[in-house]
């Protein structure tokens, strides 16, 4: 059995959420918040067979959509105009992470 820690955009969530459950995929979702992105992500876990990982992940990356966003420039102690131009920056749209789990129980 693996874990799929899979952190997606909000304005993926309720699609992904959809489709995923329509397929029988049981999942938890967390809130999270990132650091250098602000738009709002959530984390979502997946306890998946091992065989139905790749399956899993095909369905989240066909319900998902990279973004391009333009963020203000970094904030820093060196002098400079560069420092606070815009910049685009790629939003993907799900981050997955895959892992083995040595025990699953339900209590």
């Known amino acids: 059995m693996k874990l799929a820690i899979v952190i997606l955009s909000n304005k993926d969530l309720p699609n992904v959420l959809a489709v995923t459950s329509t397929e029988g995929y049981q999942s938890t979702k967390i809130a999270t918040a990132g650091q250098f992105l602000e738009s709002g992500q959530t984390t979502v876990l997946y306890g998946v067979d091992d065989e139905k990982v790749e399956d899993l992940l095909e369905l989240i990356k066909n319900n998902v959509t990279k973004r391009v966003v333009r963020r203000e420039g970094v904030e820093s102690t060196l002098e400079g105009?560069?420092?606070?131009?815009?910049?685009?920056?790629?939003?993907?749209?799900?981050?997955?992470f895959v892992i083995d789990v040595e025990q699953f129980r339900k209590l």
């Open 81 to 96: 105009s560069l420092l606070k131009q815009p910049v685009d920056v790629e939003e993907f749209g799900a981050v997955a």
